[in-house]
């Protein structure tokens, strides 16, 4: 029996017989099919959508802001990345550890094209880690409490960390021939991952960590988020195609094409990090419009029912939302109060950008309401408690400085209209609890409640006596008159009073 093997052209570089194109996109097939089963591969895919089903239903309280959706999308592709990266180090070190190195050198693929092959079979990675972003952040943007804009190049980081580790794990091959080295590396990089230095965006040198996830803040409008998201992902581009290139280069692949690639990547890569850490730095022209969305904002207003709503463009969907939870509490106040017209105002802290946590100070003018950009959980009660204040005490400064029995009116106001209003006054208190005194959280100032004024509350709640809303209207001036008592208010209201005298000093 006889074979006959028919010639093909030689390639010009190796001098390889036959086209090497065809054979290169195979094997890149081949090794990408096996990449994506190798067992950390699959382990990492799986924790990564297990996380993304248990996280995104209850992420922001089903109110996210999309500006910060798509930053959410950046941290769990480096598990991935970091599997992709020892798988992509053993495939290439295959051939060594099976003795088969030598066998190569008959085939159509050199060494060269061979790495090229393993660097290619990282894009489908990368690309099946684009779709588990694309589908998070879409399921964000479609809960009805959505507001804001993504950033494609914020959404774009994700899938290009798998890419920059599998061409990192590609290239750490060809330098080191060890099946140690992808694990060592890999504890490392988890090393400085936990121990946080990977970048909080607050300097230029942060931004060459592979993801920079700022937060501390509420959510801003994208106008002012200030981070350079498109410099960084092309950061990213050119330090996976660097790598890449680099890989083969070391491989035997010498082509002018090689060569050019790896400059060019090089080029991109230096391009993209020193653009980003310029724009690290807020702009003279990013820091005025931060100052000005403090101090005056251009806030779109809207009129609902007797009040006056006014927020940023992008949260003027929730404008309803706000107006629901007024007209709740205003329709359980008595006296001027309930038909008082109040003036919602959206404010946020933007001077220091995304890391800044700094509070705001409570409004002095009358009728004056804060509100956030967050919502949902325990949000909704802080602006309700803060809604309160202003009815039962005239202003925010003056809410936060009530410490007599105004409190039990105060709370009962917030809280009464809700689903469940004992587990709202737990979740608007700092320490989570329905006894003892504890400080009221409010979009604003905290405010203070003794271990009286909280007891009395809690019966209000828990088993509140017929005719509660028709004792507050009816005795609406003395509840809410400086100086009365906490014990009188109860009996006002018909529940017992507090074991012990009040003291704002508990």
């Known amino acids: 029996m006889s074979a006959v093997v028919a010639e093909a052209p030689a390639d010009e570089e190796t001098g390889v017989r036959g086209s090497s194109n065809g054979a290169l996109l195979a ?31 209850g992420s922001w309280d089903g109110y996210p802001a999309l500006q910060d959706a798509d930053r959410s999308t950046q941290t769990m592709p480096m598990l991935v990345g970091l599997a992709v990266l020892v798988c992509a180090d053993f495939a290439v070190l295959r051939s060594g550890r099976h003795g088969t190195e030598h066998h190569f050198g008959v085939l159509v693929l050199p060494r060269g ?12 990675a990368a690309l099946l880690t684009a779709v588990c972003v694309g589908g998070q952040f879409t399921w964000e943007a479609l809960k009805p409490g959505a507001v804001g ?19 990192f794990g590609v290239l750490l091959a060809r330098v080191v021939r060890s099946a140690l080295a992808g694990p060592l590396v890999v504890v490392l990089l988890l090393y400085t991952f936990v121990f946080g230095a990977s970048g909080d965006g607050a300097d230029g040198m942060s931004w060459l960590a592979p993801v920079v996830v700022q937060s501390g803040a509420d959510a801003l409008p994208s106008e002012l ?14 330090v996976a195609l660097c790598l890449a290139l680099l890989a083969v280069l070391l491989a035997g692949g010498r082509s002018i094409a090689v060569r050019t690639g790896v400059v060019l990547g090089l080029v991109v890569a230096v391009t993209g990090g020193v653009l980003q850490a310029r724009g690290a730095a807020p702009s003279p022209e990013l820091t005025a419009a931060r100052e000005r969305a403090v101090s005056d904002p251009g806030l779109s207003c809207a009129e609902r029912g007797r009040s006056t709503y006014c927020a940023f463009p992008e949260w003027t969907p929730r404008v309803g939302t706000w107006a629901g939870v007024v007209d709740r509490v205003q329709a359980l106040a008595g006296g001027s109060a309930h038909e008082r017209r109040l003036h919602v105002r959206q404010r946020v802290v933007a001077t220091y950008g995304l ?24 949000r909704v009660p802080e602006f309700s408690s803060a809604v309160a204040a202003v009815l039962v005490a005239g202003s925010e400064k003056a809410g936060s400085e009530v410490c007599d029995g ?6 009962w106001l917030s809280l009464s209209w809700q689903d469940d209003p004992l ?15 504890a400080i009221v959280l ?46 009188r208010a109860a009996g006002l209201l018909g529940v017992a009073g507090p074991e012990k005298a009040d003291s704002c000093e508990e």
Request: charged fraction near 15%; proline fraction near 7%.
């Open 355 to 378: 890391v800044n946590d700094a509070a705001m100070a409570p409004q002095t003018e009358a009728g004056q309401v804060t509100v956030g950009t967050a919502w949902g959980g325990n």
């Open 442 to 487: 409010s979009p604003t100032e905290p405010l203070s409640m003794t271990a009286g004024q909280t007891d009395v509350v809690r019966r209000l709640l828990e088993n509140p006596p017929a005719g509660v809303g028709e004792r507050v209207k009816a005795h609406w001036s003395e509840l809410t008159a400086p100086g009365v008592t906490t014990a």
């Open 406 to 411: 105004r409190m039990v009116t105060l709370m």
């Open 225 to 238: 988020l200030g981070r350079p998201a498109a410099w960084h992902a092309l950061y990213l581009a050119g």
């Open 27 to 57: 094997l890149a097939w081949f090794e990408a099919r096996r990449l994506l089963t190798r067992a950390p591969v699959v382990v990492a895919f799986v924790a990564y959508l297990a996380w993304i089903v248990w996280r995104t239903p």
């Open 423 to 437: 587990d709202a006054l737990r979740r608007v208190r700092v320490d989570d609890s329905v006894r003892g005194s």
């Open 149 to 167: 804009h993504g950033s494609p190049a914020e959404l774009a980081v994700g899938p290009l960390v798998v890419l920059v580790f599998g061409m």
């Open 113 to 124: 094209h061979r790495t090229a092959a393993h660097a290619l079979s990282v894009v489908p």
